[in-house]
C-alpha cells in the first residue's frame, strides 16, 4: 500500500514540477508512473495510474496553454501508449508470477517427500534429524539420511551426493530408494551397501558418486558401521566423545560394489551423530574450518533436537549466515530398557518403546 501511494505522489511531484517551473515540460514522463507500477503493484493499481497519468496529461493544457498544439497531442498520445504497455506488463507479469507459484508449490511437495520423517523413539533408540540445504530456494539438494527398523534392529544412513541441483537430487532419490527396499530384503548390512551402489551405478554419470555411512544397529548394542568414502560417526558416550575408527574404508557408492563391515558397539545412554562433509568442512571468512570438537560436550547435555539446534545455530555463527554446502545432520541415541520412563527427544519422559516399527516414509 505504501509503494502503491509513493507512486501516485509521485505522479503528483510531476505534475507540481510541471505547474511551478516555468519554461519546462514534464508531460511525456507522466507515463513513467504507470510503468513503474507495472513492475511493482498489481493490475489494479497499474490500470489506476495508468488512467491518472493520461488524465494528468490531458489536464496539462490548464498550466501549459498548448491543447491546440502538436506537441501535445504528442505528449498525451506517448503517454497513453505507455499507460497501456505498462498495463499488457503488469498482465504479463501477474500471470507468470501465478504460474511459478504453482512450480514452486509443486517442486516444495515433491522436495519434502524426499526428507524422511524419523521417528522420535522405536525399538529402544531415540532419534533426531536436521537437514539445512545451501540452495535457498530448495529445501533439500545433495545429501540424505534415512532410518529403517526391521525384525532384526535398526538401521541408519547418512550420505552426501557429488554435486549440486537436480542430479544430485535425482541420484538422492536412487540412493533412498534402493537404501529402503535392501534394508527390509537383506539380513547383512554389506548386501544392502551393495544394493545402493548398485543402484548408483546404473543411475549416476561417469564421474558421479555418494559417499554414504550405513550403521546396523543389533537389539545387543551391537553397530555394523560401512563407510563408503564418508566421515565416521561420532559416539557420544557419558562426557567422552570420539569419532568410531572405520577398520576398512571403501570408496564411494558408484565405485565400489564390495564392502566390508567394522563391528563396534554403544551402551545404554549413549548418542551417535552422523553428519555430511558440509558440517566439518564449513569455513570462516579466515577459511578457517569448522571444529566440531570443540562443541562435543554440548553433544551430550540436552534432548537431542536441542543439541542440532545448537550444532546447527554455531555452524551458522561460524560461516556467517551463508552455508556453501548442503548439511545432514542424524542423531541416535540408545534408551534405557522398555518399561522405564526416559525422556525421548523435544519431548516428556515416556515409557521406552517394547516393539519394532517400520518406520522411513517420506512425508
Same mark, same amino acid.
Given at each position: ?102 512450480? %514452486? ?85 554389506? %548386501? ?71 563391528? #563396534? ?85 515416556? #515409557? ?12
Amino acid at each position: 500500500m505504501a509503494a502503491d501511494g509513493g507512486l501516485l505522489g509521485l505522479l503528483g511531484l510531476l505534475v507540481a514540477a510541471d505547474v511551478v517551473i516555468p519554461g519546462i515540460d514534464l508531460t511525456g514522463f507522466y507515463g513513467l508512473v504507470p510503468l513503474l507500477a507495472s513492475a511493482t503493484s498489481s493490475t489494479l493499481v497499474t490500470v489506476v495510474a495508468g488512467f491518472a497519468a493520461v488524465a494528468a496529461a490531458v489536464a496539462s493544457d490548464a498550466w501549459d496553454r498548448w491543447f491546440d498544439t502538436g506537441q501535445h497531442v504528442a505528449a498525451g498520445v506517448l503517454v497513453a501508449v505507455q499507460g497501456a504497455v505498462a498495463i499488457y506488463v503488469a498482465v504479463t507479469r501477474r500471470r507468470r508470477e501465478r504460474e511459478l507459484g504453482r512450480a %514452486r508449490a509443486v517442486a516444495e511437495v515433491a522436495q519434502r517427500a524426499l526428507l524422511p520423517v524419523v521417528p522420535a523413539a522405536v525399538d529402544g533408540i531415540a532419534f533426531a534429524a536436521r537437514y539445512l540445504s545451501a540452495t535457498a530456494e530448495t529445501l533439500v539438494g545433495g545429501d540424505l539420511y534415512e532410518v529403517v527398523t526391521v525384525s532384526g534392529g535398526t538401521r541408519m544412513i547418512i550420505g552426501d551426493v557429488k554435486g549440486k541441483g537436480l542430479p544430485a537430487v535425482r541420484l538422492t532419490t536412487v540412493v533412498l530408494g534402493a537404501f529402503r527396499e535392501g534394508a527390509v530384503h537383506y539380513p547383512e548390512i554389506e %548386501r544392502v551397501a551393495a544394493a545402493c551402489a548398485r543402484a548408483v551405478s546404473r543411475e549416476a554419470g561417469a564421474e558421479d558418486f555418494v559417499t554414504a555411512l550405513l550403521v546396523d544397529i543389533e537389539p545387543d548394542g551391537t553397530l555394523r558401521m560401512i563407510s563408503a568414502g564418508h566421515p565416521p560417526p561420532i559416539l557420544l558416550s557419558g562426557d567422552s566423545a570420539r569419532p568410531l575408527a572405520i577398520i576398512e574404508p571403501s570408496p564411494p557408492l558408484g565405485i565400489a560394489e564390495d564392502f566390508t563391515a567394522t563391528i #563396534s558397539s554403544w551402551g545404554l545412554g549413549d548418542r551417535l551423530l552422523l553428519f555430511t562433509d558440509g558440517l566439518i568442512e564449513a569455513r570462516d571468512s579466515n577459511r578457517t574450518f569448522f571444529s566440531l570438537e570443540d562443541h562435543f560436550s554440548e553433544l551430550a547435555a540436552a534432548t537431542l533436537d536441542t543439541v542440532l539446534d545448537a550444532l546447527v545455530a554455531h555452524l551458522h555463527g561460524h560461516v556467517g549466515g551463508n552455508l556453501h554446502d548442503d548439511l545432514a545432520l542424524l542423531i541416535a541415541e540408545r534408551l534405557p530398557a522398555p518399561g522405564r520412563m526416559i525422556a525421548v527427544s523435544g519431548g516428556p519422559p515416556v #515409557s521406552a518403546p517394547e516393539s519394532a516399527i517400520s518406520v522411513g516414509q517420506g512425508e
